[in-house]
């Protein structure tokens, strides 16, 4: 009838905002992983130059004594500077970055259950075939979704993507850097 197909075309225009949205949260979960990554990085990197400063403050003030027997000004010989407030400013912008994604993610996730509280209501109204095609149609997104977040690519961490770009590094590359 002429009202089962207007529902119908109606839960396609649903779906294909669904698709839409679906891809969208992907991306930005994918965005969020890697700014976690950097933020890990950052903070790493961050604490081993604190330590390595604090060695090199140390190595000063147990060798001052000895410089100056022999008539020499330590700080005049050796002289650092560590800039770690560039690290922690870097570190500071890529927190900001990561909470604008999970503040686009909660949005995004808040607007993907409104359109599927919609695609319920409106599957509801549909005849049994149409509900089993539905439910193939939700099943079939769901697997895809799934599929994707395993295979992933060579820049998101933890996909098989990643694995195998990091395993082609390793039987190819680092032989080669290591032999250097």
Known sequence: SEELRGKSQELNKYNEKLETLLTEIDNKNKSLKNILQIIEELKKIENELRNKEEELKTYIEEKRVRYQKLGLNIE???SFSFKIDLISSKLEDEKSTK???EKSLN???QER???ETKLKEL???LTEPQKKYQKYLDD???WENKKNQIIGDERTFDTLKWYENELKYVEEELEHEISN
């Open 113 to 115: 259950h409104e359109i």
């Open 99 to 101: 909470d604008k994604i």
């Open 140 to 142: 079939l997104r769901n």
């Open 123 to 125: 599957s509801q109204q």
């Open 76 to 78: 005049e010989i050796l």
């Open 107 to 109: 949005e995004l996730n």
